[in-house]
């Protein structure tokens, strides 16, 4: 049979295999191949790449126009296909037996064409780079990487796009995309002199482990894998922060700098930790790094990737070595193991170990036990500890994900580097929902339910709960005003969206669905009941049966069969999610009759249960015995399971909520129910009473500050699930502050709400310090019920742009109490200062404006100088480190020279040169109330200091002129600091 004919009868099952994943990757990887051969021309694949074109109708195009060129179009079409598609996939189309066929291609194909499945693939981890390169040497501009970049596009689309642009700008941007590679190629040339010179056995299996990691990874596994959903056409990137502030970070953190060299705080150290809460997407980022390995798309520098998931290893009960431990649990090489173990310890940098879930890990690590030989059997927590901290495998990088507070001291000293996943920024829920929805339609509906909702848009920074609003879409846009505030809503609307889904009668009664399954909820919920304190989150069928867990519960899709961990004989199963878990272990200790009385007041107070006595088998180790606490990391895995408990505590107050308690009128007694409500009610107001006693008395002269702790957060968080504002009022009143720092408390959104909920009903205005969180603009409009109560609001280092400022201002010019606030190292730029322009005309009580290390130049100065003139209360003002040059200086000198409150002023590092110091001076020679004034950093010289010192001559009361690390030289600054004593160089 010709070829020809093979594509026309096979045309059904070409479609399907083209398409049926969902994703473009294998249509556009055969379009890449046909341009490359010549059987395309560039305007057959414009016809085909239509923007907005439903996948099916361009393969069917496609189809179309390569039957119409005939057998050696169709020849290497089938050729194509059997390269792109998977070999078992490509195994189900009948595709031999018909002849190659080539012709002479009258049409010249520069290397540009022809290379182009190269070119894609070699673009693929360097995107960013690549456009920055064409915009400095002139070929792009920015709009051109804009359309490049847009999240919709997946890394290989992405490359797709820019060659497309790059063959629209013409011969000479075309040029220097080729020498950009060439250049990016030989810059890596160690690894690729290193792979030649691989043996053949290692690289066979470097082909093997590539293609288990990749069908381990091209599908989302996360969330249950609830439905075959592409991880290309789903992935949408959280946002990544390093833990330690770093000069050599410029924009957001990519995927590659997680490994990368940026913010090394150790480089003796081998192990990367990315943390985050729960949900906020790190297996799911791992997944994405472990496909994009193993294409060929990014981490080039490693040669082998080794995945490890840490619930997996728990069931691991043998004694392994490091060789063992990789090639039973990864890959098994088929032949040459010693050979291919030996390339690994000889050749450590070219390796990558992952390790995901290091907070789930059940077995305690121990810092006793030294392990330095991998062929040595150990344990398997044993194992991972000396690979972590560097006794085995020195110089192979390790990256571990885990929760946060699951990682203390002893583990942070043998890091290389800590990054932050942040979750979803307000683009990226955007970009998760269009792509959950194939319908623009309904994605628009969701997001503009989102938008109205602002305490739900804040819940859907996380990546998990994005998922539960995007999958429940239909109860979401059906709900009216009893829209979803609290996460326990959200789980709440999941439950009801599984069980009718499943349910005969499709109950809409808002009760009747539970009270269907409730038999199903209370099995699922002991299950999760007994093993959530344990670190337990992989069950056998035993344990299944023992809780009476039967098919048709599993059939719900709230369990899912455990990956690697199943055979056809041994099934084991895990919950959708951690969070999920917690939920049902929730649900269990609302409704079910066999609890201890004891188990709501032990799980708050989180006691060790050994001491209390508590018989079942839940929460058997909430905190760290004093024995643990000593053997530090003994302890750390038991702060997991703390975390585990306090999840729970907080589904447990949302499901007791007021608002929910119509769903339990048939499932359990109202007096049972009742008294529940009132000992989560007594828990929380005597857990805030004892955070209130342990402030410290203030200093003499200072103001009393309260500096809350993470445990805090969580009993705030659960006031906010139970929606009891009288509970709120009461341990509210009770607390007399001056300022309530919140610092390093991982606030994103979902905690500003719970922050707002309860501190708008404190008695006295406090000042608010949320330096060094996940605020974002979200967040900031969260805190607004609460800034009547503010006279003051700190919050350096929260991604917060103009758009989060101008919500902010709005609100803050109608509190009277509202008088300081500092931003520094944000995201703001010029178009923020004229809000704060308005803010200083319309407020003349304000005191402080503090905007250090943002991106105000000299027009935003002019703007908040505008302001200025009319203000008469302003005593701070900071703006060191923005670039608001000699100009933006002459702004504010001239609105500033006669002010009678200003006190203190910083435009340390903002290039300012002489002619910005000399109208500087005029502020020093008229102001009755300047005492310093920081000029550090700028390019003042000699006549722009003389004017300086002239000025200073006039006024006694300035104390300090700071002029450090200006243009001035050693001999001017002995000279001047002898004329002049309060210069400070």
Not at 749 to 773: F, I, K, S
């Amino acid at each position: 049979m010709c070829a020809q004919e093979l594509v026309l009868k096979q045309r059904t099952q070409i479609l399907h295999a083209l398409c049926s994943s969902g994703s473009a990757e294998h249509l556009e990887q055969v379009l890449d191949i046909l341009l490359a051969k010549g059987e395309l021309i560039w305007e057959d694949y414009q016809n085909i790449q239509v923007p907005g074109r439903p996948l099916y109708t361009s393969a069917r195009e496609l189809l179309d126009l390569v039957y119409t060129k005939g057998v050696g179009t169709c020849a290497q079409f089938i050729a194509a296909l059997k390269q792109v598609l998977p070999e078992e996939q490509g195994s189900r189309l009948s595709l031999s037996g018909c002849f190659s066929y080539e012709e002479e291609k009258e049409e010249y194909q520069s290397s540009f064409i022809t290379e182009r499945p190269i070119l894609v693939s070699k673009l693929q981890g360097c995107i960013a780079d690549a456009l920055k390169a064409l915009v400095t040497s002139g070929h792009f501009t920015s709009a051109d990487c804009n359309e490049v970049q847009l999240p919709l596009y997946t890394p290989s689309q992405q490359a797709r796009r820019l060659l497309d642009h790059v063959s629209s700008k013409g011969e000479s941007a075309v040029t220097f995309v080729l020498q950009y590679i060439q250049q990016k190629q030989e810059v890596g040339s160690p690894l690729n002199q290193e792979k030649l010179n691989c043996p053949k056995e290692l690289l066979k299996y470097q082909k093997k482990l590539s293609s288990s990691v990749s069908a381990q990874s091209c599908f989302l596994s996360t969330y249950g894998g609830t439905s075959h959903m592409s991880l290309d056409d789903i992935y949408t990137e959280g946002q990544l922060e390093l833990a330690h502030d770093c000069v050599d970070v410029h924009g957001p953190l990519g995927l590659e700098d997680i490994v990368g060299a940026i913010g090394t705080a150790n480089k003796e150290a081998d192990t990367v930790l990315v943390s985050g809460e729960a949900g906020s997407g790190k297996s799911t980022l791992f997944q994405r790094l472990h496909l994009l390995w193993a294409r060929g798309a990014a981490l080039q520098d490693f040669l082998l990737l080794f995945p490890f998931s840490c619930r997996r290893l728990n069931s691991e009960h043998r004694e392994l070595s490091v060789q063992e431990l990789l090639f039973q649990h990864c890959c098994w090489p088929d032949r040459e193991q010693e050979e291919i173990f030996q390339f690994i310890q000889d050749h450590p940098h070219l390796i990558l170990f992952t390790f995901d879930g290091l907070d789930e890990l059940k077995l305690r690590f121990s810092d006793e036990y030294r392990l330095c030989c991998p062929t040595q059997r150990a344990p398997v927590h044993i194992l991972l500890f000396n690979l972590i901290q560097g006794s085995l495998m020195k110089g192979v990088r390790k990256v571990v994900t885990s929760r946060p507070e699951a990682v203390g001291p002893v583990l942070k000293k043998h890091l290389r580097k800590e990054v932050f996943l942040k979750g979803f920024s307000p683009s990226g829920i955007d970009c998760f929902v269009r792509k959950h929805h194939c319908d623009p339609t309904v994605a628009a509906k969701v997001l503009q339910s989102l938008q109205t909702n602002n305490a739900l848009l804040g819940l859907c920074h996380s990546p998990v709960l994005c998922w539960i609003v995007s999958q429940c879409h239909k109860e979401l846009l059906g709900c009216g005003e009893g829209s979803p505030q609290t996460i326990t809503d959200v789980y709440l609307m999941i439950l009801q969206h599984f069980f009718q889904h499943q349910s005969s009668t499709k109950s809409t009664d808002g009760s009747g669905w539970l009270q269907e399954h409730l038999e199903t909820v209370l099995h699922l919920g002991q299950l999760a009941f007994e093993s959530i304190g344990t670190a337990c989150y992989i069950f056998s069928g035993s344990d299944l049966e023992t809780c009476g867990v039967t098919e048709k519960d599993i059939c719900l899709g709230f369990l899912m069969q455990s990956k690697d961990m199943s055979s056809a004989h041994s099934k084991r199963y895990e919950f959708l999610h951690l969070t999920m878990q917690c939920f049902f272990a929730a649900l269990y200790i609302v409704l079910s009759n066999n609890n201890d009385r004891s188990t709501i007041q032990k799980m708050f107070e989180l006691k060790d249960i050994r001491e209390t006595g508590l018989s079942s088998r839940c929460f058997m180790a909430c905190l760290p015995s004093s024995e643990k606490e000593e053997q530090g990391l003994e302890g750390e895995a038991t702060t997991a399971e703390k975390t585990n408990v306090q999840i729970t505590a907080t589904f447990v107050s949302g499901l007791l909520s007021q608002r929910h308690r119509s769903l339990w009128i048939h499932c359990c007694p109202g007096a049972v129910m009742e008294k529940r409500i009132s000992q989560v009610s007594r828990c929380l107001s005597k857990g805030m009473q004892k955070h209130f006693r342990s402030i410290p008395k203030p200093v003499e002269g200072e103001k009393k500050s309260m500096h809350a702790m993470p445990g805090f957060v969580w009993l705030i968080k659960c006031i906010y699930e139970m929606q009891e504002s009288r509970i709120a009022k009461d341990v509210m009143r009770k607390l007399e502050v001056d300022h309530f720092k919140l610092t390093y408390c991982n606030i994103g959104p979902v905690e500003c709400t719970a922050l707002a909920y309860v501190l708008q009903h404190l008695r006295n205005p406090v000042g608010l310090q949320l330096d060094n969180n996940s605020v974002g603009d979200v967040g900031v409009e969260q805190l607004l019920p609460c800034m009547h109560i503010c006279n003051s609001l700190y919050l350096r280092n929260n991604n917060i742009t103009d758009e989060g400022i101008r919500k902010l201002i709005a609100k803050g010019i109608q509190c009277d109490h509202f008088q300081k606030i500092a931003l520094f190292n944000n995201k703001l730029t010029d178009a923020c200062t004229q809000h704060l322009s308005h803010l200083l005309k319309t407020k003349q009580n304000f005191l402080s404006l503090r905007l250090g290390n943002n991106n105000i130049t000299a027009e935003g100065a002019k703007q908040l100088a505008e302001g200025l003139k009319y203000n008469h209360s302003l005593q701070f003002l900071g703006l060191w480190g923005n670039k608001i040059r000699d100009a933006g200086a002459e702004a504010l000198a001239e609105a500033l020279e006669n002010s009678k409150t200003l006190v203190w002023m910083s435009l340390v590092g903002n290039n300012v040169g002489s002619a910005g110091a000399v109208a500087l001076a005029n502020i020093i020679k008229n102001s009755t109330s300047l005492e310093e004034l920081w000029l550090s950093d700028n390019c003042i010289t000699r006549p722009g200091a003389e004017c300086l010192i002239q000025a200073l001559k006039h006024n006694t009361h300035v104390k300090s002129l700071w002029l450090r690390n200006n243009d001035l030289s050693l001999e001017e600054v002995e000279e001047m600091t002898q004329r002049e004593s309060r210069l400070i160089f």
